[in-house]
């Protein structure tokens, strides 16, 4: 393992290397440029001297039971959380392309790039000096069971001098941490970072950062027992595919994609509804279509698993699965798994003559759809079939199916359906 781990580590060095060196050989062009012209000349010109900011947007793993930081040679998963943030400063430097800024991107995914050890920060810095750009840090997509290592990177970071972001579902919902965390100079993210990021990275380079950012700008939706404001995501931009990230992992043809955000349920246990919101909002669907079909053509993308954390529940499903199934009809290989919940395919025998239901009419479409998509897995939450238990968890959902006796017709038509203890 130490051996790979040194190689795959060199591996991500030379790459960044190679990011670094072009963004920074550009920054300098440009600066020998403008000293090269004329004063007259020069002000006609406009010339600007680009300030360049590193962002490394990291992902911690967890402490295993020892103690230890959890890291492995190949990754099942890549994290969409990352990749949209990437997506994001690719928006960033399109706004501010004529404004002499511009963002570097490092994805730092702790589970395959391994730990971020006391050498590697001072080797961040030393990189930052001899290239001189500026670096922030952004601790992204922080769940509960991260949270201790993502704290502890987040101090590390601190100490050493450099501005420290953190964002996830454990920081939205959990005011007594953003608390601590503000109160040792880092900066809290609550929510969902589309409407967001723009206006912190101008409050970075203003020399304003605030201690902590949350969305204020677009719709209310209900929480499990309030309300949020939870950004419109219609045209947000579709997450970056980066093809040495998707090495990292056991099948780089594989890739994740966000459709939809929220859930409508309120299942007990769950961060989702408090984060997310229970309003339904999604990606423009033709936008969507177009992102796989990209994704296909261009990174040799064969399989999504697709994160909404209700698919069934996306206001778009519809016309996103029309448009894999046509995709695929074309000639293209493409597969996917998603996450529904159980309403998606629990239903039970006609009686003869019975005309079926709106909600099994839908049902049925979203399954023989579905599988025209190339859907192989489906995982829904069956966390108990004990209807006190269930109802105790408020998963009324899953307690209606019961009461039923609703038959699951999910393996009938060629998926596979996963009994999970988290999703849906
Ligand atoms: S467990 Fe699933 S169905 Fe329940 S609130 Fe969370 S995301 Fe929604």
Request: proline content about 5%; glycine content about 8%.
């Amino acid at each position: 393992m130490s051996v790979l781990a040194v190689a795959l580590g060199g591996a991500v060095a030379i790459l960044l290397g190679v990011v670094f060196r072009r963004a920074a050989s550009t920054a300098g062009e440009l600066g020998a440029l403008a000293d090269a012209l004329p004063s007259a000349t020069a002000s006609r010109s406009h010339a600007i001297v680009c300030r360049t900011l590193r962002v490394y947007f990291i992902k911690p793993s967890k402490y295993d039971d020892v103690g230890r930081v959890q890291w492995f040679w190949k990754g099942v998963l890549p994290n969409n959380t990352l990749t949209v943030l990437a997506a994001l400063n690719d928006t960033y430097n399109e706004l501010r392309r004529d404004q002499g800024v511009y963002l570097e991107t490092v994805i730092w995914d702790e589970q395959v790039d391994g730990p971020i050890l006391p050498a590697t920060i001072r080797a961040m810095q030393e990189k930052a000096l001899e290239d001189g750009v500026e670096v922030i840090i952004g601790l992204a997509g922080v769940q509960t069971n991260q949270y201790p290592r993502g704290r502890d990177l987040a101090l590390q970071f601190r100490r050493a001098g450099f501005p420290v972001l953190f964002g996830g579902f454990h920081v939205s919902g959990h005011p007594e941490t953003r608390a601590f965390l503000e109160d040792c100079g880092i900066t809290t993210v609550v929510g969902e970072a589309e409407t967001i990021w723009c206006e912190l990275l101008d409050d970075y380079l203003g020399d304003r950062l605030r201690p902590s950012y949350s969305v204020t700008d677009g719709i209310r939706a209900k929480t499990g027992s309030g309300e949020i404001t939870v950004p419109i995501i219609t045209g947000a931009q579709l997450p970056a595919i980066s093809d040495p990230y998707l090495h990292r992992f056991a099948s780089s043809t594989m890739t994740t994609l966000d459709t939809s955000r929220g859930c409508p349920f309120t299942c007990s246990y769950c961060s989702v509804k408090n984060v997310m919101g229970r309003t339904m909002r999604a990606r423009d669907p033709e936008a969507v279509v177009r992102w796989i079909r990209d994704a296909g053509d261009h990174h040799g993308i064969r399989s999504l698993f697709i994160v909404d954390d209700d698919f069934f529940r996306s206001p778009t499903w519809e016309p996103i699965l029309e448009g894999m199934a046509a995709y695929r009809r074309d000639g293209h290989e493409l597969s996917f798994m998603m996450q529904v919940d159980a309403e998606a395919a629990a239903f039970g025998e006609r009686a003869p003559g019975e005309p079926p239901s709106s909600q099994r009419r839908k049902s049925e479409r979203f399954l023989e759809l579905a599988a025209a998509a190339g859907c192989y897995s489906a995982f829904v939450g069956f966390e108990t079939f004990n209807p006190q238990n269930l109802l105790a968890a408020t998963k009324v959902q899953n307690l209606e199916k019961e009461q039923r006796r609703g038959k699951d017709e999910t393996s009938d038509r060629a998926l596979t359906a996963w009994r999970s203890t988290a999703a849906t």
